[in-house]
Structure formats: structure tokens, C-alpha cells
């Protein structure tokens, strides 16, 4: 208890001749001298990681050992150490202390708002040794490296797929269980992850803050971009094994050798019919829930579908985009 006082009465009188960084105890500047000399003298036997100081190693056997004593009463969420259990409950309560002094954006802990910044200094420190890509954050690097060793070591326990990344499995894994947790606040659209539906709330907005470099076309969303960009370089990189036909996009692949293959997997509840993509499923079931989201701001007519907005908003604006060649 008496040292604990300290933190409440004494101020930093021991600073690091390295760095100038002071300390309430003697103690705690000789650890953090090891920083600079580069001691690790606790050595973890199972794993040979090595620590500065015992109570770093402490923490780290709770990864063998399983053990996680922190535990979060809003979502029992539990946790190594207490420090990471109280940045978590920023989570619940919305605190985000630590703010960007160039553009004010917020975070609930220094080292997100640290990794941040790089974005205004556009240092990049981690570094792939074999194509020399560089990357902000160390787990980015690690995870990049797969790809040049084809490791793949997160499992789908349903459908055997692999991932190279715990993020992309759990994303996967969405797909089985049906889950669309994030909902429009505007037209209660929903989705199985929350970037996606940010950049929905976008065509809500009207924002679209990319800008094709070569055309001025802008886009709601920066994948949206990249795949633009390649009606410019001519980029066709997806290609289909049966009829040799390539394609700008992934998605748009799969859903083209449905054509060979005759599969339509996705399934109205309704009627039954079945679709080819899900997209077309969804615009189907409108036919069924009366639904007419799409709205001109012209004339009030509702339309089922965008693209179908679109086209009639050209009868007010007198555009004739196609023309007969004859």
C-alpha cells in the first residue's frame, strides 16, 4: 500500500539519462532502462519469449494457461489483463479520450490513435522482406505474409473453406449461420458487417469521398474505386476456366460460372423461385412485400429499383444516352 500511495503524493523525480522520461520509484526507471539496453532477463520456458520485467511474464503464461481473469459485467467478455478489460469497457460506455491533434478524430486507446497518426505522417515502419511492401501495423505484416508462404490456418468448421486471417473466418462464417446484425437507421436494410453498412448509409448521405484519379468519377466506397480503376487499365484479372471469359471483380466471376453450372442458390421464401445472386433475390422480394424504396425527387414517383430511378429521372432531365447506329 505504501507504494501504491506514492502514485498520490510523489512527483516523477527519477528521470531516464537515455530518454528523459521520469519516474516515481527507482525501480520503475531501471526497468525501463532495460528498454534501451535491450535486456530481457524472464525468460518464459515453454515458449523462450523474454520480458523486461516479472510482471510482463506473469501476464504472458495466462496465454498457456488459458487463464483470463478480467471479466466484463456488461457482456462477460473476459480478458489477460485488467488494462485491456478497462479499454474494453470504452466499448459499452463510448469513452474515446485520446484524440488526433490533426484532425480530431478520437480513440479509446493510444495505441490505435499512435497507429492513426501514421496516416498523417505516412510512416509505414513494418516491412515484407520478400516484395518489400510495407504496412502500418505489425498484425497487417504478419498477416500479409501468408500470402507468400500460402498459409491459410483459420478453418471453417462447416464448409472446410480456409482463411489467412481470424477477421476474414469470422466474416465467413456468417454466411452459415444467416446473422445480419447491422441495420439501416433510414430504410432498415440490414448486414453480416458493419463496413458494409457504412458505406450504405453513404448512398443515404450522398457522400461518395473517392474520386477515380483519372475520370472524376466518385464513389461511396474505396473497394468500389479499386474495381473502377480497372475499366481504365484494362484489368481483368478473375478469369473463368470453362470459356476463358475474365471479369473485373471476384463476385462477378462466381456468379458467371453459375451459367454453366445452372446453379441459382439463392431461394425465395416465398414462391420459391430462385436466383442467381442474392442482390436479384432481394429485388424479387419487393414484388412480394410491396416494397417501392427508391424515390424520384422530381415528380415523387417509387420505383422498386435504382437502376430503374435512374432511368426514368432521365425523361425529366432530357437525356437520350442511346443511339441508333442506323
Known amino acids: 500500500m505504501k507504494q501504491h ?45 523474454t520480458f523486461i520485467d516479472k510482471c510482463s511474464l506473469n501476464v504472458h503464461q495466462r496465454v498457456h494457461t488459458g487463464e483470463r481473469l478480467y471479466c466484463c459485467d456488461v457482456c462477460k467478455k473476459t480478458f489477460f489483463e485488467k488494462s485491456c478489460l478497462n479499454i474494453h469497457l470504452r466499448v459499452h460506455t463510448g469513452e ?25 505522417t505516412g510512416d509505414r515502419p513494418y516491412f515484407c522482406d520478400m516484395c518489400n511492401r510495407t504496412f502500418r501495423k505489425l498484425e497487417n505484416l504478419k498477416a500479409h505474409e501468408l500470402v507468400h508462404t500460402g498459409e491459410r490456418p483459420y478453418h471453417c468448421d462447416v464448409c472446410d473453406k480456409t482463411f489467412s486471417r481470424a477477421k476474414n473466418l ?28 457504412k458505406g450504405h448509409q453513404l448512398v443515404h448521405s450522398g457522400e461518395r469521398p473517392y474520386r477515380c484519379d483519372v475520370c472524376n468519377k466518385t464513389f461511396n466506397r474505396k473497394y468500389n474505386l479499386k474495381v473502377h480503376k480497372r475499366v481504365h487499365t484494362g484489368d481483368r484479372p478473375y478469369c473463368c476456366d470453362m470459356c476463358n471469359k475474365a471479369f473485373c471483380t471476384l463476385e462477378n466471376l462466381k456468379t458467371h460460372e453459375r451459367v454453366h453450372t445452372g446453379e441459382r442458390p439463392f431461394p425465395c421464401d416465398v414462391c420459391n423461385k430462385s436466383f442467381k445472386r442474392m442482390a436479384h433475390m432481394r429485388v424479387h422480394q419487393r414484388v412480394h412485400a410491396g416494397e417501392f424504396p427508391y424515390r424520384c425527387d422530381v415528380c415523387n414517383k417509387t420505383f422498386k429499383r435504382m437502376d430503374h430511378m435512374r432511368a426514368h429521372q432521365r425523361v425529366h432531365a432530357g437525356e437520350h444516352p442511346y443511339h441508333c447506329g442506323v
Open 5 to 49: 500511495q506514492v502514485t498520490h503524493t510523489v512527483e516523477c523525480t527519477y528521470p531516464c539519462d537515455v530518454c528523459n522520461r521520469t519516474f516515481k520509484q527507482i525501480r520503475h526507471m531501471k526497468i525501463h532502462q532495460r528498454v534501451h539496453a535491450g535486456e530481457h532477463p524472464y525468460c518464459r520456458d515453454v515458449c523462450k519469449k
Open 96 to 120: 474515446r479520450p485520446y484524440c488526433c491533434d490533426v484532425c480530431n478524430k478520437t480513440f479509446n486507446n493510444t495505441a490505435n490513435l499512435n497507429v492513426h497518426k501514421r496516416v498523417h
Open 170 to 197: 469470422k466474416e465467413h462464417q456468417l454466411v452459415h449461420t444467416g446473422k445480419r446484425s447491422y441495420r439501416c437507421g433510414e430504410c432498415n436494410a440490414t448486414f453480416k458487417q458493419v463496413q458494409h453498412l
